[in-house]
């Protein structure tokens, strides 16, 4: 039987069940011109939501459910930012929305639903848990590429999304039932002291490879990057916003819990597998995406690239590495959030703003989005003094303190790569001359300007000012 | 307020880009003059150095340093010496002559491009002031972004592909730079630059140190053979953008082996010392030789530049030679001295030759050598500094170029007579492809009807060159009180070149 202890841990995410079932119920009974309350109410649920995890932090990881479900540092912080983030994809959203006849109820339930499952992933004490928390956050993120009925592109990403999604779900479970087959256990912290014990080794790594791929998969990472780009391309923006922040938040804490907390003990067996991965997206992605004119898929494979930066501080296994990591979902999130925010701010009702060329000459017809748009490219490619840069600085240092030097130089020659296309478009914003029917003087709503600016500001004031984020993740990670 | 001047020097002028962007296009002059008060605030602000500096103490002074990221041991850390505390002048000065000579000049958003400016000068003074690896490596980054948007935006035709192969071109040597700095870091736990000049290196790690230290400042200083970038910047950037570039950013790179290279690496810096004098004196030779044929006025001044640059970097590397080869340690110094006069001789007069040549463009809008001739004719006043900075660039005693390059020659000289027989060289194809430029521009018959409808320099431009030929003529004739700010402090990076790691 739970205890009212265990209620009481898993406050924050009854809650956010409780209201997405009511908005359900309420958006049922709602005339389509009263729909600006429910954007707002997810709005303000999500902030009390962010406030419950704050407050409610624990300084010592207690553990729910008997052990299903643990709540520590790393996972309040991943919490934290990925609720921050949905607040900021839907404020981004709503104009987009409204002009595209999709301000609908489902959005914000599917949304609120998706943020739960990215909950229940981070926190996740057993394999049970991950597999749970992780299907109600791509489930609903199948429904969400798919929402946009009128999109022949989207229903394809949609489809194609589904099924590789569900054929890495089948991977990942298939690793996980011989994980257990070898270990006899499904508890994260269990499974950390049986695999040292195990009298299957060969059955372990077998299972090991198969959730390996489920990883990369959910994570984006190159070879198991295909769905990236067409569902980047295929799906609305705003929903292309969340895949790109919230989840990949998601992703990195469950490759985190299932790596380390779980299969700690077989690091020297991953740390290889994982490297091979990370080389493989900073190379196919920055390669790719040069070639890219559609500026959504640009940032989907600058996407697979970042995952690949990322998996360069998970390879490092260790504290200072998974934190470097950590920081680097986060930074990666908050510069996303900007560079899909600008497209959602310049799309207006029949013009998506999605080529590059769209972008000519934005600097001359609006300058401010210009600059925010240049904050997260310049921050994206990791130049100083912006946030992208010490997020990049501390998985190369950490790749340096785990004696895998080389993997710090691709990484170094990779970034040069990736830096010639985010200067492309930069290029193209300010030194373009603007043409007809390209983006213009954006119409959208003040709510969205000053949220989108204070986001994009962030990453300039968090470039000075990035110890304490640091200090944060690294103090989850039990550094001083 | 002494105790924080240099945070006040770096944050003046980046904090004065804010209201200067918001003055926005509608009201350009407020913008204008605004930019102009930061600029000269920054340079008042930047005499208070030297009186506060000691420059018979040398060493670093000034000293502000306060914990950035406690977790990383990462310092917010300043300090000057003798050689930054001329550096900074010198960028101080030049800020303020770029501002007036794009008064009227850049029409097209000009707050923007004023803003630039001062950000770019703030983030400087910035890399002249670090004394934490990493604090000086995003300084150091950070120039790109506003020269990128200044000659992207401001720039000529080709402004497109100049701009990004400068921008890729800097931040792909800088790169491998940060790979070392983090290895240095893996090692020391540190990024301050007197403990990692104290740290222990093998030599195989010093060589590669040295050599991703080297790509980094090779690039931005430039040497051959990766100077490729400058002359597309130069012809691309406004006048202001070429005036920065030339005069202050190259320095930076002979900065930084100077903060760099020569005490965390001297043994691999010994080593290859041979390398990097012969690298300079192909600059000095052979790109003496380009200059000389080029057909556009600003390519000709860019390939002199990265020839005189050839002198700096030879000076530096010519000093490793004589102190830890020959243990010559007084023409060590010459020579050591000879770089950094020619580094701040090189400011102004490139900085004024590119002033030079934008004054003709923009009467005439072609910067090709052919399309003028006779110009003196009409331009009275302006061949006179014309002339003045030519004889300048070419080494002529008594202008500040003849002062830094006598110095490393006789130094090279003691070294080895060869390495000053190539030296020499560029007295003579710099007086070659100078003079010419200034027979078949300034002199002659007035052969195209629109130079005869050339206007003599205004109120603004005059005072521009006039600052810029005051300076040159002065340290060329009274080098001294340079040679004195920067004495003790040349003492004391030529004493460390003495150290041994290994």
């Known amino acids: 039987m739970p205890t009212l202890n265990d209620i009481l841990i898993l406050l924050p995410e009854f809650y956010l069940v409780a209201v997405a079932c009511l908005l359900l119920l309420l958006d049922a009974f709602m005339k389509p011109e009263q729909r600006g309350t429910l954007h707002w109410i997810s709005i303000v649920v999500l902030l009390v939501a962010a406030y419950m995890v704050v407050a409610g932090q624990p300084d010592v990881s207690v553990t729910a459910f008997g052990g299903m479900f643990v709540r520590d540092q790393v996972s309040e912080i991943l919490k934290v930012f990925a609720l921050l983030c949905t607040v900021l994809v839907l404020v981004y959203a709503r104009p987009y929305l409204q002009d595209r006849r999709q301000f609908i109820g489902e959005f914000y339930t599917l949304i609120l639903f998706a943020v739960i499952g990215v909950m229940l992933l981070v926190s996740a004490g057993s394999l049970v848990m991950v597999y749970l928390g992780l299907e109600l956050l791509t489930l609903s993120s199948y429904a969400l590429v798919a929402l946009n009925r009128d999109s022949s592109l989207s229903s394809e990403a949609a489809i194609k999304y589904f099924v590789l999604g569900a054929l890495s779900s089948g991977m990942l479970l298939y690793g996980m039932s011989m994980v257990y087959g070898a270990t006899g256990t499904l508890d ?24 390996l791929v489920g990883i990369a998969f959910k994570l984006g990472a190159a070879p198991f990057h295909m769905w990236i780009p067409d569902v980047y391309q295929g799906a609305s923006t705003p929903v292309t916003t969340f895949i790109a922040s919230t989840s990949k938040l998601a992703a990195f804490g469950m490759a985190w819990r299932l790596l380390e907390t779980g299969l700690g003990g077989l690091s020297q067996h991953w740390q290889p597998m994982l490297a091979a991965i990370a080389v493989l997206s900073m190379a196919i992605g920055n390669l790719v995406a040069i070639v890219q004119t559609n500026l959504k898929r640009m940032l989907a494979y600058s996407t697979i690239s970042h995952m690949g930066y990322l998996l360069v501080g998970l390879v490092s296994a260790g504290p200072e590495g998974y934190s470097a990591a950590m920081f680097y979902a986060i930074s990666y999130a908050l510069m996303s959030t900007v560079s899909f925010g600008v497209i959602l701010a310049l799309a207006r009702a029949g013009f998506e703003c999605e080529e590059i060329a769209d972008l000519k000459g934005l600097n001359q017809r609006s300058p401010w989005f210009a600059a925010l748009m240049a904050l997260a490219l310049f921050s994206l490619a990791g130049v100083p003094p912006l946030f992208g840069f010490y997020a990049k600085y501390l998985v190369l240092q950490a790749a340096i303190d785990a004696h895998l030097l080389w993997l710090a130089i691709v990484g170094a020659v990779f970034a040069i790569v990736g830096l010639y296309y985010y200067l492309h478009v930069v290029k193209v914003m300010y030194f373009d001359k603007p043409e007809e029917g ?32 640091l200090g944060w993740c690294r103090h989850s990670f039990g550094l001083g | 307020m002494f105790n924080h001047l240099l945070s006040l020097l770096i944050w003046l002028p980046i904090a004065g880009a804010v209201p200067v962007l918001l003055a926005g296009s509608a009201r350009p002059n407020l913008a204008r ?8 605030l920054t340079f008042v602000a930047s ?9 018979t103490q040398g060493g670093m002074q ?11 041991n990462v310092h917010y850390g300043l300090a000057v010496d003798g050689i930054s505390v001329a550096l900074i002048l010198l960028t101080t000065v030049v800020g303020i002559l770029v501002v007036v000579g794009a008064w009227e000049v850049i029409q097209n958003k000009p707050h923007q491009y004023m803003a630039a400016m001062l950000a770019l000068e703030g983030v400087m003074i910035g890399v002249f002031c670090a004394t934490d690896a990493l604090l000086f490596y995003v300084f150091f980054e950070a120039m790109l972004i506003p020269m990128f948007i200044l000659i992207g935006v401001w720039g000529g035709p080709r402004r497109v592909y100049a701009t990004l192969k400068f921008f890729i071109y800097t931040f792909f040597g800088s790169v491998f730079m940060l790979i070392a700095l983090l290895y240095l870091y893996h090692k020391a736990g540190t990024f301050d630059l007197r403990t990692l000049a104290a740290l222990p290196l093998t030599f195989n790690e010093q060589m590669w140190i040295f050599f991703a230290f080297l790509l980094a400042f090779a690039i931005k200083v430039p040497m051959v053979p990766v100077h490729t970038w400058l002359p597309d910047a130069h012809v691309e950037a406004p006048t202001g953008g070429s005036v920065v570039l030339a005069a202050v950013m190259l320095k930076v790179g002979t900065y930084g082996m100077l903060r760099f290279i020569l005490p965390i690496v001297p043994d691999a810096g010994q080593h290859f010392a041979w390398l990097v004098i012969g690298l300079s004196l192909v600059a000095v030779v052979y790109i003496g030789y380009v200059a000389l044929v080029q057909e556009d006025m600003k390519k000709l001044v860019a390939y002199s530049s990265v020839a005189h640059m050839g002198f700096v970097t030879l000076g530096i590397f010519i000093a490793f ?10 023409t060590a110094r010459l020579g050591m001295q000879g770089a950094m006069v020619q580094m701040i001789s090189h400011g102004f007069v490139s900085g004024a030759m590119f002033t030079c040549i934008g004054v003709m463009y923009d009467r005439l809008h072609t910067r090709l050598i052919k399309d003028y001739g006779g110009v003196i004719n009409v331009m009275p006043w302006f061949g006179f500094f014309y002339v ?18 006598f110095m490393v020659v006789l130094a090279s000289f003691k070294a080895n007579p060869w390495i000053a027989f190539f030296a020499a060289f560029t007295l003579i194809i710099g007086a070659a492809y100078t003079l010419w430029l200034v027979k078949r521009v300034l002199w002659g018959e007035i052969r195209n009807p629109h130079v005869a409808e050339m206007k003599d320099i205004n109120g603004r431009e005059t005072f ?10 002065a340290l060329g004739v009274w080098p001294e009180p340079l040679i004195h700010l920067m004495d003790s402090s040349v003492t004391q990076v030529v004493q460390q070149l003495a150290i041994h790691k290994i």
């Open chain 1, 188 to 211: 994260l912290a269990q499974l950390h002291v049986a695999v040292t014990q195990s009298a299957m080794p060969h059955l372990l790594v077998f299972g090991l490879v198969f959730m």
């Open chain 1, 438 to 469: 390209g983006a213009d003087q954006p119409q959208s709503d003040g709510s969205l300007r000053v949220v989108l600016s204070i986001n994009a500001l962030a990453l300039l004031v968090l470039g000075v000012y990035w110890g304490p984020l």
């Open chain 2, 33 to 40: 003059w605004l930019a102009l008060l930061f600029m000269v």
């Open chain 2, 47 to 55: 005499l208070f150095l030297l009186p506060q500096y000691d420059a």
């Open chain 2, 62 to 72: 000034l000293v502000e340093n306060h914990l950035w990221i406690a977790s990383l």
């Open chain 2, 321 to 330: 030679m004589l102190a830890r080869q020959l243990g010559d340690v007084d």
């Open chain 2, 388 to 405: 003045l900075f030519a004889m300048a660039n070419c080494g002529l005693p008594g202008t500040s170029g003849f002062v830094g390059e």
């Open chain 2, 464 to 473: 521009v060159l006039l600052t810029f030929a005051a300076l040159t003529v």
